[in-house]
């Protein structure tokens, strides 16, 4: 039974493990996966602390229903405090790897302390060994999980690892698995590579039993008849998140030349359609993958199709990397996109940030604020395709000073360029922005602004408020659970309306993320996907436990509550450009130059920003500062914390 | 030609390697969720970003068959497929050892050998396969497909053959 799954408590540093059992109490209050590692996050550090400290807890998970029949429960959760940014560290990854860690007998993994030696983890059907990683330091990331599988024997283990960047300690490593699902953002691999811990290896043949087999089993097929049927994850299984480079850079809404530009031109070389041909051409017709369960199989595989990496065999690129190696850094060919992609794969770099500070290094480059000195002889201009390649080389292994410092992230390396080099820096509590630009769309401004794990798109954005939905179309999908009758605008431009959508996105996203459930399986790209009122039935007929969808509400609500907690405590500020709810000032002051006629001239308004904080805060139950008032904390639940309960 | 016989066709080059198949077959024969009592399964080459479908293929002379030393295994033509009458079977599992596929699988939770019964004529993993990569159709069906995309090539070879004669002339 998913129930049944365990916590264990491993300390590198003596070797400890202690497995527990995960209370059905505190099921009912944090579900699993996202919302549980906030609270396993919240109770096991102290303020303040070293996020590449060996107490640091790095906390690995699957959610409620992985592995079980809820459609695509395959993402991994992992959080740490986030040593990019010192807020909260939060990583979510698709893949094979949670559900083979459910098999394997576990849900939650709370890592602790430092080993002597680099080790990985191998658990296997309720056991868990700390094994010598030696061999294994310095390896991509492909070598290392191919390297565990012949060690061990077992072709079927499925392992989260890091590469060379994690090692190093590069402040925005992920944790990847497979050939190029990635756990990104906010550095979880550096946490991982900060213990000395390379991998954890899974593999498990426990059974999960399903409380209502048969109902599951036809529910199950109804959802995929929900999510395939959506023409955006029609479009997504055949040409892959590109798709909406294409639709985004259109209107104006792609980050170019750092933040100098809304919109690339003259990048014909790098549409999704183009990129879908080079799938075609050198991996065949049939050229779309899936994660776990999926039916919308939006990964693509290809083989680069020239230059000296010709034939090497990679997945993606996403949309994000079109933004990191195309649209920021203004570099137009798709050679360039690929090798970038595999480069970040194989060293296990996060693509977003990666890219959005080498395009403000060029910035800072062409503004004389870095000079050859620095950048030891690197023409570093914006366009420089081999200057962009050879930057992703030397911040992954931190070679020579510019290359060291970026590995800093954005915070640090501002501090050690010095000048006015924070200004061009577009990040939110240290976390780059991804290549968005949202000049033009103030609910998406607001949502990077507030989201938990600093500037981000998947924490609460309210994508289809860019589709112009008619406004019974948006209220129906807004006002359950919990009632809303405030305005809402079809119009993305609109201020208005859009702190309720921000706040309701901000909890759907955290229960799927408590649940383990890709998000391009609920209101996330698609408008009429899964939410509130599908998940109680998918969690009663696969795990038994009965909640109405106000209750799966009130828990994400809670949850995003504690992350806002441990943010408070590590110092959150409403208006600290460091670690404030806060936008790069350019946000307000330099305006959009390209784009649709609705979206050219466009500055996000201080006043009217100002005012959407304030409601945003007043929907959290949150004071003007963005402090929990006593009494949110209270409705919520969370009066005692840290409760130590688990 | 009679036209109950229907087989599990396979086409490799479509699978997306969710391995839904595998979990909706574990639940729906046990009733848990777990990869390992599947009797379809994809094998990968994850370095290649090849995704193979691997389940049994009801053989005529099935060798699980002609091995068993019970005569536990028979085939049920109704449904064109290999099964195991368990209340005879000793668990020696010289089935799973003499299959070529791989496909009589042998499930240390319950100490049974298992494999594919094609769900009694209503195979889950075809009806979850949203890409069709599994199949269930009439023999000749599938021979008719093939026939079909091979004769498409030679035709192109032909157009080609035409074309460049022409060229020439």
């Not at chain 2, 068959?65 to 599992?93: Q, W």
């Not at chain 2, 599994?134 to 192109?156: C, N, P």
């Amino acid at each position: 039974m998913a129930l049944n799954r365990k916590i264990a408590y491993i300390d590198l540093s003596t070797g400890k493990i202690e497995i527990k059992p995960i209370p059905i109490e505190i099921r009912k209050k944090f579900l699993g996966g996202r919302g549980l590692d906030a609270y396993l996050l919240y109770n096991h550090t102290k303020k303040g602390i070293d996020p590449l400290g060996p107490e640091n807890v790095l906390l690995v998970s699957g959610g409620l229903l992985t592995a079980t029949l809820a459609s695509a429960t395959a993402r991994t959760h992992v959080m740490a405090k986030s040593p990019l940014g010192g807020m909260i560290g939060s990583a979510n990854m698709g893949g094979f790897f949670a559900p083979e860690l459910a098999w394997a007998g576990f849900h939650h993994l709370v890592i602790k302390g430092k080993a002597e030696k680099p080790v990985y983890l191998w658990i296997h059907n309720g056991k868990i060994e700390v094994r010598d990683a030696r061999n294994l330091w310095g390896r991509t990331v492909t070598e290392t999980q191919w390297a565990i599988r012949e060690e061990l024997g077992d072709e079927e283990i499925k392992s989260m690892v890091i590469g060379p960047a994690g090692e190093n300690l590069v402040r925005f490593a992920n944790v990847m698995t497979g050939i190029k699902n990635s756990g990104g953002r906010t550095g979880m691999g550096a946490v991982m590579g900060s213990k000395n811990l390379k991998a954890i290896a899974a593999r498990g043949t426990m059974d999960i039993k399903i409380a209502h087999p048969k109902e599951a089993l036809e529910y199950n097929k109804r959802f995929i008849d929900q999510i395939t049927s959506a023409k955006v994850n029609q479009t997504q299984g055949t040409l892959g998140t590109p798709f909406i480079w294409g639709a985004t850079n259109s209107w104006g809404g792609i980050r170019c030349r750092n933040f100098q530009y809304n919109q690339q031109l003259y990048c014909d070389e790098i549409e999704p359609e183009a990129i879908d041909e080079v799938c075609t051409q050198t991996v065949g017709p049939y050229h779309m993958a899936s994660c776990f369960g999926c039916q919308v199989h939006c990964r693509a595989k290809y083989r680069i199709p020239s230059g000296p990496y010709k034939g090497v065999y990679d997945e993606g690129p996403e949309y994000t990397s079109q933004g990191a190696f195309c649209g920021e850094p203004d570099c137009r060919s798709i050679e360039t996109l690929l090798v970038g992609n595999h480069l970040v794969n194989q060293f296990g770099l996060d693509n977003l940030e990666t890219g959005s500070l080498i395009a403000w290094a060029m910035e800072l480059y062409e503004l004389g604020i870095l000079t050859d000195k620095e950048t030891d002889g690197l023409d570093l201009r914006f366009g420089n395709d081999e200057a962009l390649l050879e930057m992703v080389k030397r911040i992954a292994f931190r070679k020579g000073w510019l290359g060291d410092t970026l590995a800093e992230g954005g915070l640090i390396a501002s501090e050690r360029i010095g000048k006015n080099s924070f200004d061009y820096l577009i990040q939110v509590k240290g976390v780059s922005n991804l290549h968005s630009d949202e000049r033009a769309t103030p609910a998406l401004a607001l949502n990077v602004a507030t989201a938990s794990r600093g500037s981000d798109h998947l924490r609460s954005r309210p994508a289809i408020d860019l589709y112009h939905l008619p406004e019974p179309v948006l209220r129906k999908i807004y006002s359950t659970p919990v009632p809303y009758d405030g305005p809402l605008s079809s119009e993305h431009t609109e201020y208005v309306g859009k702190p309720w959508q921000v706040f309701w996105q901000e909890n759907c996203y955290m229960a799927v993320d408590c649940l383990g459930i890709c998000k391009y399986h609920t209101v996330f790209l698609g408008a009429t996907l899964p939410n509130f009122e599908d998940w109680p039935k998918v969690i009663y007929y696969n795990t038994g436990l009965e909640f109405t969808p106000r209750e799966l509400w009130d828990i994400a609500e809670r949850c995003n509550m504690l992350e806002r907690l441990f943010n408070l405590r590590e110092g959150l500020k409403r208006e600290d450009p460091y670690r404030g709810d806060m936008l790069n000032h350019r946000y307000f002051d330099e305006p959009t130059r390209r784009g649709a006629p609705d979206v050219v001239g466009r500055v996000i308004d201080r006043e009217k920003f100002k005012k959407m904080i304030d409601e945003f805060y007043g929907y959290k139950g949150l004071d003007e500062n963005g402090v929990p008032k006593p009494e949110t904390l209270k409705r919520l639940g969370l009066e005692n914390e840290p409760s130590h309960l688990l | 030609m009679e036209v109950t016989g229907k087989v599990l066709a396979v086409y490799p080059e479509k699978c997306t390697g969710c391995r839904l198949c595998e979990l909706v077959c574990s639940v729906f024969h046990d009733g848990v969720s777990n990869a390992m009592r599947s009797r379809i399964k994809i094998v990968k080459w994850e370095s290649e970003g090849v995704y193979i479908p691997m389940v049994c293929q009801q053989c005529q002379d099935a060798p699980c068959m002609i091995v068993c030393p019970v005569k536990a295994i028979s085939r049920d033509d109704a449904l064109n497929r290999v099964m195991v009458n368990h209340d005879i079977c000793i668990g020696c599992r010289s089935c799973v050892a003499v299959c070529p596929f791989g496909a009589m699988g042998f499930n240390v939770i319950d100490r049974k050998n298992f494999k594919c019964d094609l769900c009694d004529g209503d195979p889950q993993c075809v009806r979850f396969c949203e890409v069709k990569a599994v199949d269930y159709v009439d023999a000749e069906r599938v021979s008719l497909e093939k026939k079909r995309a091979a004769a498409g090539k030679i035709t192109a070879a032909q157009r080609q053959a035409i074309a460049l004669e022409l060229e020439t002339r």
